[in-house]
C-alpha cells in the first residue's frame, strides 16, 4: 500500500504507463501486414513479457487442461463416428424388415 499521496500518484502513473506500453506493443502486432513484420512483433513482445516476468515455464496444471482439451476433441469424434454406425445399423435393420 502506498505510504503518502504522491507514492500513489506515482504507482499509478507507472501502471497507466506500463498499460499503455502494452497496448502498444499489441497494436504493432495486429496492425502487422507481413508474416515478417507479425513475428517481428511477436519476438519483441514475448521478449518484453520475459524481462518483466521472467521466463515461461509451463506448469503441470496447463498441461492437463490442454489434455482435457483434446480428450474432449476425441470424445466428439468418437460421438460422431458412433452416430454414423448407428445408420449403419439401422439400414440393416430396414433391410432384415422388408
Known sequence: MAH??????????????????????????????????RAQALTSLRSHQQQECGPHVPDEDADEDDNAGADKDAGDDADDKAGEEGGGHEKSDEEGGN
Open 4 to 37: 503518502t499521496h504522491k507514492t500513489a500518484q506515482i504507482k499509478a502513473r507507472i501502471a497507466e504507463q506500463a498499460r499503455q506500453e502494452e497496448e502498444a506493443r499489441l497494436a504493432r502486432v495486429s496492425s502487422a501486414r507481413t508474416r515478417s513484420e
